[in-house]
């Protein structure tokens, strides 16, 4: 299974953007790339998904680089409710499994 | 309508009994997941249903069984509970998954059911 490393945490002040990293050197050419975040004492959600193409929707933006070796997911202005666990995740088109990593504790400063 | 439920949010129960998790979803949904989250945070899969069909079993104690009497009902039922049981488990649901038929394939999860066994 292919295996993603981000970093265990990472701080940000209200209203201010937030880049947070992902790399899958060892992804396939069939890997989508996921992420989502869980909010304290809560299920896992979605929040944005890519392939190749950067990608933007109304939660956040995901940047992916051009060898795939790596993503970010861009919150553009982060909220006291941005406070969660990000999680970036590959899953090989046409599977079922959904590989967690150990995520990235986002805390945001007021 | 909460789109995955799953019951008893809370669960306190001694070592050795034997107790049931149970998940509905009404997203119209073919699989259907467990996912076990430890102390430690990290999420695992345990296992998935496609259409009331077993189709990952991760590598877990057969002490624990799933159940999927229709496809928008997926139940966890565990015996002989043991200490190492203790943490939060997740059921979620997906659309089925087709080769060349990606479209992402987001995977909607419940609220989670917080077992202690004591």
């Known amino acids: 299974d292919a295996k993603t490393t981000q970093p265990n945490s990472m701080e940000s002040n209200e209203e201010e953007p937030v880049h947070l990293p992902c790399n899958h050197s060892t992804i396939s050419g069939t890997d989508y790339i996921h992420w989502y975040r869980q909010l304290p004492s809560q299920g896992p959600e979605y929040v944005i998904h890519g392939l190749t193409s950067n990608v933007n929707n109304r939660m956040a933006s995901l940047a992916i680089a051009e060898d795939r070796k790596s993503s970010t997911l861009i919150l553009h202005r982060a909220t006291l409710r941005d406070a969660a666990v990000y999680y970036c995740?590959?899953?090989?088109?046409?599977?079922?499994?959904?590989?967690f990593g150990t995520g990235t504790r986002l805390k945001v400063l007021a | 309508d909460t789109a995955v439920s799953q019951t008893p949010k809370y669960l306190v129960t001694q070592m050795g009994n034997d107790k049931s998790i149970k998940c509905e979803q009404n997203l119209g949904h073919d699989t259907m997941y467990w996912y076990k989250q430890d102390s430690k945070k990290f999420l695992k899969i345990m296992f998935s249903?496609?259409?009331?069909?077993?189709?990952i079993n991760e590598t877990v104690p057969n002490r624990f069984s799933p159940k999927s009497p229709d496809k928008a009902h997926l139940n966890l039922h565990i015996n002989s509970l043991e200490l190492g049981d203790s943490a939060v488990y997740f059921c979620?649901?997906?659309?089925?998954?087709?080769?060349?038929?990606?479209?992402?394939?987001?995977?909607?999860f419940g609220e989670g059911s917080w077992l202690t066994v004591v």
């Open positions: 979620a649901s997906s659309q089925a998954v087709g080769v060349g038929t990606d479209s992402g394939n987001t995977i909607y």
């Open positions: 249903y496609n259409n009331k069909e077993l189709i």
């Open positions: 995740i590959l899953r090989a088109s046409g599977t079922y499994k959904y590989i």
